[in-house]
């Protein structure tokens, strides 16, 4: 068993459900990770048939010194199956073996796996604890941490769900080095996303350093994964629940999520969507003056470089806008945006439907 100690601690400030956010190398091995976890007799892990054969035998074998049974139910793997069959997955679990109220729930895998089992934390037996194990950078840096938990709809993502904090969060940063390039990707949008809408010394640190976190370098990673965290856990204690605040947190993420319901949730990973959605989001703050073209072209270069979408599928203006319109954060029937006013600051706000069908056309592919 590795030595290695923790390499960071983010604490999310929210009072008496205060949790910590552990980073760093060798965690699901160490015993100390796994210190003070809620009590109960029994354990249940919740992954998916690509992450469990690599690392649920050690975080099994970790849980087995605290709890008295630990069980596993597996998953499908993607965001296809981020629905009520699959959700059901985990109740089926939980009731046929008698799992009562202090059964604690260990999400391990990426954000759909941590997403459905802290949605069914949340709801069964009206709340039972969880443990969020994220295993791609994507869920490490954003999803996982600060308490959203949903399931998709046909007509949205994430429509259904609930606000509900896990006990704690375990980023081992070695579980990064298996991610396929994709999915390297997919997280270094929600990375790349901090920067314009709160750091952009972080932005810069990014642009230098893309080359090292794309071939997974470990103390580039360490730093991205700590950063990202910094800032959303200080959005997160500043505004739960999001009623203000915390929508900054979802730069690029309205038109993101048109193209993955247009296109059927799946075809695009969620990171490629947020990544092109960043480059029209961006756009619209140029068009409404907001920002110049030098910051437009400078976003879409790093985000080019990292692997991602800057073109939107041709779903057509229309489609976007339908789609856009049963997005969490539009009030009445009103679109709202998360639009850069300034590099570093973000501001949500409307925008004419004319305008936004320009810069949906502007940026689909011809």
């Known amino acids: 068993m590795s030595a290695t100690p923790v390499l960071e601690t983010v604490t999310i400030d929210l009072g008496e459900r205060s949790y910590p956010i552990l980073i760093g190398a060798s965690l699901l091995d160490q015993l100390s990770t796994w210190a003070n976890l809620p009590k109960a007799a029994v354990a249940l892990i919740v992954t998916n048939d690509t992450v469990g054969p690599l690392y649920v035998a050690r975080l099994h074998a970790a849980l087995q010194h605290h709890y008295a049974v630990v069980q596993v ?20 679990h939980l009731l046929g073996n008698g799992a009562d109220r202090k059964t604690v729930l260990f999400a391990l895998g990426g954000g759909v796996v ?71 990707s997919a997280g270094l949008a929600e990375i790349i996303k901090y920067g314009p809408i709160a750091d952009m010394a972080f932005l810069d640190w990014i642009d230098t350093n893309l080359d090292a976190l794309m071939a997974l370098d470990p103390h580039a990673l360490a730093y991205a994964v700590k950063r990202s965290c910094e800032i959303k856990a200080y959005v997160v204690g500043q505004d739960e629940r999001e009623s203000g605040l915390r929508a900054i947190l979802n730069f690029g993420h309205t038109f993101g999520h048109a193209i993955e319901a247009g296109l059927g949730f799946g075809v695009w990973l969620h990171g490629e969507a947020v990544g092109c959605g ?15 073209t030098a910051f437009v072209a400078r976003l879409r270069r790093i985000i080019e470089r990292a692997g991602l979408p800057t073109v939107a599928p041709r779903l057509g203006a229309e489609a976007f806008l339908h789609h856009m319109r049963v997005d969490k954060k539009a009030e009445s029937g009103e679109i709202r945006f998360v639009l850069i006013d300034q590099p570093g600051s973000a501001v949500v706000r409307g925008a004419p439907d004319e305008l936004v069908a320009q810069v949906v056309d502007a940026c689909s592919a011809a």
């Open 73 to 92: 139910v597996t998953l499908p793997d993607g965001e296809a199956h981020k629905d009520w069959a699959t959700l059901n997955l985990i109740f089926d």
């Open 278 to 292: 960043m480059v029209m989001a961006a756009t619209l703050s140029e068009r409404l003056g907001l920002v110049d």
């Open 114 to 184: 941590g997403d459905m089992t802290g949605f069914a934390a949340a709801c069964y037996m009206r709340g039972v604890p969880f443990v969020q194990v994220p295993t791609t950078l994507l869920a490490q840096v954003d999803s996982s941490v600060g308490g959203k938990t949903a399931i998709n709809h046909p007509i949205g993502k994430n429509m259904i769900g609930a606000f509900y904090q896990p006990h704690r969060v375990v980023c081992d940063l070695d579980t990064l080095q298996t991610l396929p390039k994709r999915e390297v």
